[in-house]
């Protein structure tokens, strides 16, 4: 199996995105027009791609203003190829990334049993007394 370091997606590639998003609970409604324009709006995207089926294995996208702040979202690895370090990959890639090079700080969003996963690249839950605002 070849497994290749991508920043981009076709069409078909959305749509894999899309049915990886329709399998899990917190991007089950997203709607394929709605994924098309999210890449399409992204900075950066980490994608790890299967050369020999043509199957997208794991991605994640970045929103940054490339010095101050970036946020990495929807980090996701296809189920049935969990386990296998692609989300190591995925992460190196994004920290390790030329154009990311020179931000000041990373952050991101995730569940509490995936806090041990980013804290081996020095990610920790400590807010410093922020709080989280939301609007819609």
Known sequence: MTVELRDELTAA?????????GAEWWTS????????EMVENTDEL?????VATDELVAFARVLTDYVY?????DMIVAE???GRGYGRRVMERI????????VERF???CRG???????QWGFTDDTGGSRLMRRG
């Open 29 to 36: 409604e997203r709607t394929l027009p709605d994924v098309a």
């Open 107 to 109: 952050e991101l969003y």
């Open 95 to 102: 920290l390790e990334h030329p154009d990311l090079h020179d």
């Open 80 to 82: 049935p190829r969990r």
């Open 13 to 21: 590639g959305i749509e894999q995105l899309h049915a990886l998003y």
């Open 46 to 50: 980490v994608v790890l791609w299967d």
């Open 113 to 119: 049993e995936m806090v041990p996963f980013y804290e």
């Open 69 to 73: 702040k970036a946020l990495i979202f």
